[in-house]
Nanobody, 121 residues
Framework: QVQLVESGGGLVQAGGSLRLSCAAS????????MGWYRQAPGKQRDLVAV???????NYADSVKGRFTISRDNAQNSVYLQMNSLKTEDTAVYYC???????????????WGQGTQVTVSS
């Protein structure tokens, strides 16, 4: 079993910054891609940013130049630095990780419980 625990959400004024953190623990052999998704009320869950185990990061167009994703493989963690926040960034943010639990096993998709980010005008 794998757990993803997020932290760092909260209430911030437009133009401000927040940093989200997510740590994976449990039955982990290797973590492939890690990423952040968000879901606003009444909307679908959308990709915000993803960082593979090797290779370049990928961002939603709406956050390019404002958000930065990074990861610490030694800590099995992923981070999202969010700057110049806008009211439309308000959503529940979910951490995601694609994890292989044992050698030769399949890649499995795991989600955190979500953390609320609210940006006020």
């Amino acid at each position: 079993q794998v757990q993803l625990v997020e932290s760092g959400g909260g209430l911030v004024q437009a133009g401000g910054s927040l940093r989200l953190s997510c740590a994976a623990s449990g039955s982990i052999f290797v973590i492939n891609a890690m990423g952040w998704y968000r879901q606003a009320p009444g909307k679908q869950r959308d990709l915000v940013a993803v960082i593979p185990s090797g290779g370049s990061t990928n961002y939603a167009d709406s956050v390019k130049g404002r958000f930065t994703i990074s990861r610490d493989n030694a800590q099995n963690s992923v981070y999202l630095q969010m700057n110049s926040l806008k009211t439309e960034d308000t959503a529940v943010y979910y951490c995601n990780a694609v994890i292989r639990n044992y050698p030769g096993g399949p890649n499995r998709n795991y989600w955190g419980q979500g953390t609320q980010v609210t940006v006020s005008s």
